[in-house]
């Protein structure tokens, strides 16, 4: 998919679900700038699929 307004975002995800930075950073246990960046830039999270699913 190259048209933006179709990519599924983690931002997107994120306001679609109501959540707010801190609330996903808290549950992941990362940084709530961290996420920013993830949101924000190129930069991919480097997470295992365990530290995501035992959020």
């Known amino acids: ?5 179709q990519q599924v975002t983690l931002m997107g995800l994120r ?6 930075r801190r609330e996903v950073a808290n549950v992941l246990e990362v940084a709530e ?7 924000t830039s190129n930069n991919l999270p480097k997470m295992t ?7």
């Open 1 to 5: 998919m190259s048209d933006q307004s």
């Open 15 to 20: 306001t679609r679900a109501g959540l707010t």
């Open 33 to 39: 700038k961290t996420l920013y960046v993830w949101e």
């Open 49 to 55: 699929v365990s530290q995501v699913l035992n959020g």
